[in-house]
Nanobody, 120 residues
Framework: QVQLVESGGGLVQPGGSLRLSCAAS????????MGWYRQAPGKQRELVAS???????NYVDTVKGRFTISRDNAKNTVYLQMSSLKPEDTAVYYC??????????????WGPGTQVTVSS
């Protein structure tokens, strides 16, 4: 069974930086797509960034130029480097793994989430 655990969240001042990590307990299949989602109180959960096994990335417009998603397949770990943080970035951040994305059979795994608070 795949288990995802996020780490690196915390309290940071506006303009600061944080790096989130998501470690998978098992191997990541070559077809796996990894993503970071976030959900703030009263708002819908949104996709922040995603990365394919081949390294292709996508970002929501509000974080482009500030956030960078990367992965280390040998360590089964995905990272989200966040810089120039804004109060609007405050949310619970969730890691998601999708196995078989774009194929007839797929399955999603979610981490429990980690809190990121941007405040002075």
């Amino acid at each position: 069974q795949v288990q995802l655990v996020e780490s690196g969240g915390g309290l940071v001042q506006p303009g600061g930086s944080l790096r989130l990590s998501c470690a998978a307990s098992g191997s990541i299949f070559s077809s796996a797509v990894m993503g970071w989602y976030r959900q703030a109180p009263g708002k819908q959960r949104e996709l922040v960034a995603s990365i394919t096994s081949g390294g292709s990335t996508n970002y929501v417009d509000t974080v482009k130029g500030r956030f960078t998603i990367s992965r280390d397949n040998a360590k089964n770990t995905v990272y989200l480097q966040m810089s120039s943080l804004k109060p609007e970035d405050t949310a619970v951040y969730y890691c998601k793994m999708t196995i078989g994305a774009g194929r007839p059979y797929s399955y999603d795994y979610w981490g429990p989430g980690t809190q990121v608070t941007v405040s002075s």
